[in-house]
């Protein structure tokens, strides 16, 4: 079990530093024409919130699990553990909501509706955009602070089997609910949010690989550039919710304390936490043009850097 701690670790930091530098760029890339008087395109502006608070995640778990795994120390204590849990809860619920916007702006500017609410909400989703991010933040905001009030610190002994013959009892850092219901209605707005993600994303698909196979079908409109837009949009489409899934999942394990601290299946879902929003920057840049050019822009300088050097 050490070992895999240590492994586990290894990939945390590799993961955390990979992120950060794959989601800061994502971040700064928009910021910096933002602040030069560009306009930045509700896309673009979605894709920030979202960088933004994927730092914030990978920021926290480089603190508790590190924590965990290493120093065993300052998480231990009341005040602070209650505080992390508390700004995770609330950075997690923006989080998903963010990327369930960016999936629902796709969908709605793509997939083609009859129907004439959706008409309008397809006009209007650009000028509503700022209003339902910041209304995530509050509404993660007010979700947060009582579910955090709900739950306390059990530090119990658990007993932990490492194989079929060997047991051993660990005192495990994990939360309770005092009465579940403000908790439960956390729980329910991310589940919310989850669940409009999956649906839009599924929608975005399907819409997108019927398109496909009508342009395959129309050799007149088919052009080998049309039809690769279309096949790298259905990619990044699944792998968001490739991303958005392996993210969720482990994340309200760990948050409902179904997995218990010390097992190999905790090492497992924080591993997996600490990947997804590593590889959500990566999607975002090669699905974005401008982002991939900006960052074409500076593996470039990078080189003639490099290459100035090696001459002197």
Request: charged share 10%; net charge positive.
């Amino acid at each position: 079990m050490e070992a895999l701690n240590y492994i586990a670790l290894f990939l945390h930091a590799l993961a955390f530093l990979s992120g950060e530098m794959g989601n800061l760029f994502v971040v700064a890339v928009n910021l910096k024409d933002w602040i030069r008087g560009r306009k930045l395109f509700t896309s673009d502006m979605i894709i920030t919130s979202l960088g933004f608070s994927n730092l914030c995640i990978q920021a926290l778990l480089a603190v508790s699990i590190y924590d965990y795994l290493v120093s065993g120390g300052i998480y231990s204590l009341d005040n602070i553990s209650q505080l992390i849990f508390l700004i995770r809860m609330f950075v997690f619920s923006s989080s998903l909501w963010f990327a369930t916007w960016l999936s629902v702006f796709c969908c709605v500017k793509v997939v083609n509706f009859k129907q004439s609410i959706l008409v309008r909400l397809k006009l209007r989703i650009s000028a509503m955009m700022p209003w339902l991010l910041f209304g995530s933040l509050l509404f993660s905001l007010v979700i947060s602070l009582p579910a955090h009030w709900d739950l306390y610190k059990d530090e119990s002994p658990i007993n932990v089997t490492v194989n079929a013959s060997v047991g051993s009892t660990i005192t495990g850092i994990h939360f309770q609910s005092r009465c579940s219901c403000l908790f439960g209605i956390y729980l329910l707005g991310c589940f919310a949010a989850f669940t409009l993600f999956c649906v839009a994303a599924l929608l975005l698909i399907a819409s997108l690989c019927r398109h496909i196979q009508r342009m395959g079908q129309d050799e007149s409109v088919l052009t080998t550039a049309q039809l690769q837009v279309h096949v790298s949009a259905v990619r990044m489409a699944i792998s968001l919710l490739i991303i958005n899934i392996s993210f969720f999942v482990p994340a309200v394990l760990l948050l409902t304390s179904a997995v218990v601290a010390g097992t190999v299946l905790y090492v497992v879902c924080s591993t997996f936490i600490c990947v997804s929003p590593a590889l959500l920057p990566v999607v975002l840049i090669l699905g974005n043009v401008r982002l991939r050019k900006a960052m074409a822009g500076l593996l470039l300088r990078i080189k003639c850097q490099h290459s100035k050097q090696m001459r002197h």
